[in-house]
RNA sequence: CGGGGCGUAGCGCAGUCCGGUAGCGCACCUGGUUUGGGACCAGGGUGUCGCAGGUUCGAAUCCUGUCGCCCCGACCA
C-alpha cells in the first residue's frame, strides 16, 4: 500500500508522514488497483456519505431532485457534440462484448467472438450525452422547464496516471444536469450551484476557497462557461475541487431538445452541468493533516467524540460503563456521535494513537484518579490540547468545544490560503517564487498564447478569474506585456 | 507513449554484483505478565522468489523473452 502512495510524498515532502501513514493506517482507502480503481475501506466510506448526505439536502432546497441513469452509453451518443467528443474520447473504457466462453486447451476464459456488439458501449465518463438524449422526450413545451436532476454514481476515466483521491480511474461523484428555457435561467443555475459547493466546502469541510470562473483551456469539453472552486492544498498547490459549467445550447442541439416557448416559436433548451467527487476527501485530508493523521472537521467526522477508560480489572471496567452511560445518552441526544472504547486488547496509547490518525475530533479520557475526583481530561485533535475537567457540565462542553474545532480549523486553513496568495506583476518573479507554491494573481491579457506560454515555462496553469478579488488597475499582461483583461490565479496545482 | 525503477511470507524489505539449506521487521496464533501516550517475555507457521524458456551437478541470484506494478512527463474532477 505505502507504495501505492509514495508518488504523493515525494511529490509534496510535507506530506509524507501522514499521507503514507494515515490512508494505511486510518482506514480510508484500501489501495489503488485494477487501473488505479480505489477499494474505499468503512471509515473512509463515512466520510464520505457525510459528504453525500449534507450536499444532497442542500441539491434539494434549490429543487434538484435525484435520478439515476445507465453506466453504458452508446458510442454514437458520444460522438453528437464535437468538443464533448474530442475531451472525452482519449479516456474511455469501451464494452466490445457480452459473452465470454471457454477457449481451448489452456486458453481458460476467453471473449466469445460470436457476442460482439454491433454499436460498442462506453462506460459513462459523465452522463451528459446519456441524459440529454433522454431529456429529449421529456421537454416538449417551456412548461416542462426547468429539469433539475441529479445523480450519485460512478464514472470512469481511464486516465494514463491515476493518483489514490485526487484521480483514480473510477471514481464516485455527484452529477447534476438542469434543463431551461433560458441563457439566463442557465447561467443563473451555473453560478448558483457554484455557490452551493463553495459552501459546502468551507462550512462543512473547513476547506476556504477561491472561487472563479476558467478560462477558455481550461474549460469543460462542451461548456461556454466553467466556474470553479480551488483549494489550496499545505503545499501551496491547487486542487480543483468541484465545478460548474453553463453548456448553453450545446447538448439541446447536438441532441435535438426543441421546446415551444411562450410565443410559441421553437428553441433549444439550455444547459447546466455540475459535479463534485471522492476528490473532495483528497482535499479535506490533505488541507487539514498533521504528522500525527488526519484532522476531521467535526461537522463531518463519523466518530465526533471518542472515549476512552483507563481501567483496571473487570470490575472497573464495569464502573467506568456505568459512569459514562448517562453522557454517552446525553451526547448522543444533542445529535453528537460517540463511540465508547474500553476494549481490552488494545492498550491506552495506542488507542490515542489510533484515534489521533483517524482525526475524531474530542477524545475524553477517564482513570482511576479521574474517577476518584470526579474528573475527566479533554483532548482537542486539531491542537492537541488537553486539560482535566470537571466532569459534571461536560457534555455541554463538549458541544461547544466541537463548534469551536469547526471554527478554528477552517481560521487556520484560510489563514494559510490567505498568507499564501500573491499579487504578481512581474514575469521574471513570478518563474522566481512559483515553484514554492501558492496563488499568484496575475494580469492576464486573455489569450491563449501567454497562458500556454505560462504553462511551458513553469508548469503552472491559470486556475480561474476569481470572483472576489478585484478586477481594477489591471495593468499589462506580465508575459505578452499587453493590456490585461483579468487578474487571474495562476498556480501549480494537482 | 518517452525516461527511470521495482517484482522474494498478509504488509514493508534484505539476499542478486560473486550461483550452494529461503531470511529480517511488522502483523498473525497460543500462554503469561501488563494497561495514564503506539507493551513485554516465551513458544508457534507462513513462500510457485511475477511468469516462461535457457546455461549449470545445482538458479531468487547468470542469459533470453514476457507480464505486471511504481515514479517523472504528456492528460485530467
Redesign the pocket.
Known amino acids: 500500500?505505502?507504495?501505492?502512495?509514495?508518488?504523493?510524498t515525494?511529490?509534496s515532502e510535507n506530506y509524507s508522514q501522514w499521507y503514507n501513514?494515515l490512508v494505511v493506517?486510518a482506514d480510508l482507502a484500501e489501495q489503488?488497483d485494477v487501473?488505479?480503481c480505489m477499494v474505499i475501506k468503512p471509515y473512509g466510506y463515512a466520510i464520505w456519505e457525510k459528504i453525500q448526505q449534507t450536499l444532497d439536502a442542500k441539491f434539494k432546497e434549490t429543487g434538484v431532485q435525484n435520478v439515476y441513469f445507465p453506466m453504458l452509453i452508446p458510442k454514437s451518443f458520444l460522438s453528437r457534440e464535437a468538443e464533448h467528443v474530442e475531451?472525452f474520447a482519449?479516456?474511455c473504457a469501451v464494452v466490445t462484448h457480452y459473452r465470454l466462453k471457454s477457449g481451448d486447451e489452456n486458453q481458460g476464459l476467453i471473449v466469445d467472438p460470436a457476442a460482439k456488439l454491433e454499436e460498442e458501449l462506453i462506460i459513462r465518463p459523465t452522463s451528459e450525452t446519456t441524459i440529454w438524449n433522454t431529456y429529449k422526450k421529456w421537454i416538449q413545451s417551456w412548461r416542462d422547464l426547468p429539469i433539475l436532476c441529479n445523480q450519485w454514481c460512478n464514472v470512469m476515466?481511464w486516465?494514463?496516471?491515476?493518483?489514490l483521491f485526487?484521480?483514480?480511474?473510477e471514481?464516485l461523484w455527484q452529477e447534476g444536469h438542469t434543463a431551461h428555457a433560458t441563457r439566463e435561467e442557465a447561467e443563473a443555475r451555473a453560478k448558483q450551484m457554484v455557490r452551493v459547493y463553495a459552501d459546502f466546502v468551507e462550512q462543512f469541510m473547513a476547506v476556504p476557497l477561491v472561487v472563479g470562473v476558467k478560462s477558455a483551456t481550461e474549460r469543460?469539453a462542451g461548456a461556454l462557461d466553467t466556474y470553479t472552486i480551488e483549494a489550496m492544498m499545505q503545499d501551496g498547490k491547487a486542487l480543483?475541487s468541484g465545478?460548474s459549467h453553463f453548456l448553453g445550447q450545446n447538448f439541446g442541439k447536438a441532441f435535438n431538445v426543441q421546446f415551444v416557448d411562450k410565443e410559441n416559436k421553437l428553441e433549444y433548451a439550455w444547459a447546466t452541468s455540475w459535479?463534485v467527487?471522492?476528490?473532495l476527501m483528497g482535499a479535506l485530508i490533505m488541507t487539514h493533516s498533521d504528522d500525527?493523521g488526519l484532522v476531521l472537521p467535526p461537522k463531518l467526522a463519523p466518530i465526533q467524540v471518542v472515549i476512552v477508560p483507563?481501567y483496571?480489572g473487570e470490575e472497573e471496567r464495569k464502573a467506568f460503563s456505568e459512569k459514562f452511560a448517562p453522557l454517552i445518552e446525553t451526547l448522543r441526544a444533542k445529535g453528537i456521535s460517540v463511540k465508547y472504547d474500553d476494549a481490552?486488547n488494545k492498550?491506552?496509547?495506542?488507542k490515542?494513537?489510533?484515534y489521533?490518525?483517524k482525526g475524531v475530533p474530542v477524545r475524553l479520557?477517564?482513570?482511576?484518579?479521574?474517577?476518584q475526583n470526579n474528573t475527566i481530561?479533554v483532548?482537542r485533535r486539531d491542537t492537541?490540547e488537553?486539560e482535566t475537567l470537571a466532569f459534571d457540565g461536560i457534555a455541554e462542553h463538549v458541544e461547544k468545544l466541537l463548534g469551536e474545532i469547526q471554527e478554528n480549523i477552517f481560521t487556520k486553513a484560510k489563514r494559510f490560503l490567505d498568507d499564501h496568495i500573491y499579487e504578481c506583476n512581474d514575469y521574471d518573479e513570478f518563474k522566481q517564487r512559483i515553484a514554492d507554491g501558492g496563488f499568484f494573481l496575475c494580469p492576464w491579457d486573455g489569450t491563449a498564447e501567454t497562458e500556454a506560454k505560462i504553462k511551458e515555462d513553469t508548469?503552472a496553469t491559470i486556475r480561474c478569474v476569481p470572483f472576489d478579488y478585484s478586477q481594477d488597475n489591471l495593468g499589462n499582461d506580465m508575459v505578452s506585456g499587453k493590456p490585461a483583461k483579468f487578474r487571474v490565479v495562476v498556480a501549480r496545482?494537482y
Not at 500500500?1 to 504523493?8: F, I, N, P
Not at 486516465?159 to 493518483?163: A, K, L, V
Not at 479520557?365 to 474517577?371: F, I, K, Q, S, W
Open positions: 500500500m505505502a507504495t501505492e502512495l509514495k508518488h504523493l515525494k511529490r501513514e493506517k489503488a487501473r488505479g475531451g482519449k479516456e476515466r486516465e494514463m496516471r491515476t493518483r485526487l484521480r483514480t480511474s471514481f469543460f480543483q465545478t459535479g467527487s471522492t476528490r500525527n483507563i483496571k481490552d492498550r491506552p496509547g495506542f490515542f494513537a489510533d489521533e490518525l479520557v477517564m482513570g482511576g484518579r479521574d474517577l481530561e483532548m492537541l488537553k508548469q496545482s
